[in-house]
């Protein structure tokens, strides 16, 4: 019995040590010898402090700088949450959103909607749309507009709200991607945010328009995947060139 059963053993040990032990410690030593960067999380330190990843997206919300597309990863941007928002194509969530009812029941936003994304969008980016409904009956008491109302709106079943933008709006600036922390953003995302961060930051558009094109990355080896514009580099040059004044 044991000849048959002690060669098993000796495989599966032999497979565990080289399989278990020995390639990983060889794959982890020659990609910190070739590629440590890479290796190490791309990691983007500034004075000596790790801000960030190259390969993690993170959230801006500022007026001066440039936004990164939404995210369903945690509460948003959640390294440790990877996720998309796992809502079909036809789905009614997707589309207009959701509230709930919190701890002290008020009514608050469960999930904003792609809708709800695009009026933002449009208002903060200054892009021109029609409203069947225009957006100050939508405000608060301080100017700002009210998701839980706006969405509430577009549920409507009898008149939902109907919000048209006149210029077409980035695909990425309005749905999240499967991960929840893609940490580009399309050219034509960049280029649709560009007037506001310039007028924010005191600079011409041709300035800023540079700076995006000099942050864009092209396709890999020419063909893989698409140009694309990391945010957090780009936030992070736009803070060096352009300081907010």
């Known amino acids: 019995m044991w000849d048959q059963i002690l060669p098993g053993l000796r495989i599966k040990l032999f497979m565990t040590v080289l399989l278990g032990v020995a390639y990983p410690l060889a794959m982890t030593g020659i990609s910190q010898l070739l590629f440590p960067h890479k290796a190490n999380g791309s990691l983007i330190t500034q004075n000596g402090k790790v801000i960030g990843s190259e390969i993690i997206g ?3 919300a500022k007026p001066e700088y440039f936004h990164p597309r939404p995210s369903s990863a945690g509460s948003g941007y959640d390294a440790t949450a990877s996720n998309g928002s796992q809502l079909g194509p036809t789905s009614a969530k997707l589309i207009r959103g959701t509230t709930k ?7 608050v936003v469960d999930f904003d909607g792609i809708s709800l994304r695009i009026v933002h969008y449009c208002v903060e980016n200054g892009i021109l749309y029609e409203s069947s409904t225009p957006l100050e009956k939508f405000k608060d008491a301080s100017g700002n507009l009210d998701d839980v109302k706006l969405i509430r709106a577009f549920n409507d079943d009898k008149s939902p709200l109907v919000f048209t933008p006149k210029a077409p709006i980035p695909v990425d600036a309005v749905t999240g991607s499967a991960s929840g922390l893609d940490p580009h953003i399309s050219p034509a ?9 310039a007028t924010t930051r005191g600079v011409s558009a041709d300035q800023l328009n540079q700076l995006v094109a000099q ?11 698409e140009a694309r514009v990391n945010v957090l580099k780009l936030n992070l040059a736009l803070d060096v060139q352009f300081p907010k004044k």
């Open 58 to 60: 993170q959230n801006f």
């Open 101 to 107: 009812k919190d701890e002290k029941g008020n009514e």
């Open 189 to 197: 995302n960049a280029q649709a945010q560009l007037a506001r961060v």
């Open 215 to 225: 942050n864009t990355e092209q396709p890999d080896l020419g063909i893989l995947g």
